[in-house]
């Protein structure tokens, strides 16, 4: 079992860079692929980026790339995602996740946290 845990949320305003970090515990994130996804108000669980365990592999989603980086240490059991340039339209609950595979869909990640807020202001 791994309980994972976002921090770094927050209240930020368009232009802007935020960085959140997913830290595993109970179990390390050992051979695991960790996502991020988010959710706005209204609106499905959108993709937003994924890395391998060996991070050689990393996919994002369409409305990120450019903008945001992710990245992980697997010897702090941590996972990162780098946000620059941030729209009004990536207000989201941002969540990480870890799975088997590099997946780009929900149901790839047997893990979820519990989600941290990012508002961006315009």
């Known amino acids: 079992q791994v309980q994972l845990v976002e921090s770094g949320g927050g209240l930020v305003q368009a232009g802007d860079s935020l960085t959140l970090s997913c830290a595993a515990s109970?179990?390390?994130?050992?051979?695991?692929?960790v996502g991020w996804f988010r959710q706005a108000p209204g609106k499905e669980r959108e993709f937003v980026a994924v890395i391998s365990w060996t991070g050689a592999v990393r996919f994002y989603g369409d409305s990120v790339k450019g903008r945001f980086t992710i990245s992980r240490d697997n010897a702090k059991n941590r996972g990162y995602l780098q946000m620059n340039s941030l729209y009004v339209e990536d207000t989201a609950v941002y969540y990480c996740a870890a799975g088997s595979t590099t997946g780009r869909t929900s149901n790839a990640y047997a893990y979820w946290g519990q989600g941290t807020q990012v508002t961006v202001s315009s």
């Open positions: 109970g179990r390390t994130f050992s051979g695991s692929a």
